[in-house]
């Protein structure tokens, strides 16, 4: 197991029904156990995750992701955002 699937698991004891999280990337999402998602992109799609909480896969915030620099992808995120806040 990697590292990072570690890292993940221990952060994965602490979700609860109350959390929204935010999975930048996704390698990310496959180190937390997150595979198969439905259709071409995993981005923006919410999901319930076994501990009830609820999850998004945004794309990574790296320099090199050209998808940042599309002023649709930040407007996605901030809606997301602002609903599981207002929730």
Request: aromatic share 12%.
């Amino acid at each position: 197991i990697s590292t990072a699937k570690r890292k993940a698991a221990r952060v994965r004891e602490r979700f609860s029904e109350h959390h929204a999280i935010i999975f930048c990337g996704s390698r990310v999402a496959e180190a937390f156990g997150l595979v198969g998602f439905p259709g071409e992109s995993p981005f923006f799609v919410p999901f319930l995750l076994e501990e009830g909480a609820v999850g998004v896969v945004v794309p990574h915030p790296s320099g090199v992701n050209v998808l940042w620099n599309d002023p649709r992808t930040r407007s996605r995120l901030h809606g997301y955002v602002f609903e599981q806040v207002a929730a």
